[in-house]
């Protein structure tokens, strides 16, 4: 049963940045698309990145294009995602999660993701 671990979330003013990482227990880490989503308790979880298995694709969501930038490390079964020109909305609690199925796609819909973090907090004050 793998096991996903997310850090480095925390309060940060409007216009800072934060680095969020996913560290994955077991050997298949490599095998599988993984993504970051956001919760928050007025809305469902929402996609926000996703990374193919070797790490040459990536699929971001239109609301944090071009601020964050998702990555993987598979030498060390550890996913991350930069965020950099936060805004008070990117408020959420941050899971990362790991696809059902090995050597498929990244996918914008939570149902197809089986792994998943506890959640780290992700707080943007204005």
């Known amino acids: 049963q793998v096991q996903l671990v997310e850090s480095g979330g925390g309060l940060v003013q409007a216009g800072g940045s934060l680095r969020l990482s996913c560290a994955a227990s077991g050997r298949t880490f490599s095998n599988y698309a993984m993504a970051w989503f956001r919760q928050t308790p007025r809305k469902e979880r929402q996609f926000v990145a996703g990374i193919s298995w070797s790490g040459s694709s990536t699929y971001y969501a239109d609301s944090v294009k071009g601020r964050f930038t998702i990555s993987r490390d598979n030498a060390k079964n550890t996913m991350y995602l930069q965020m950099n020109s936060l805004k008070p909305e990117d408020t959420a609690v941050y899971y990362c999660?790991?696809?059902?199925?090995?050597?498929?796609?990244?996918?914008?819909?939570?149902?197809?993701?089986?792994?998943w973090g506890q959640g780290t907090q992700v707080t943007v004050s204005s």
């Open positions: 999660a790991r696809k059902l199925l090995s050597a498929s796609k990244v996918a914008v819909s939570s149902d197809d993701y089986r792994n």
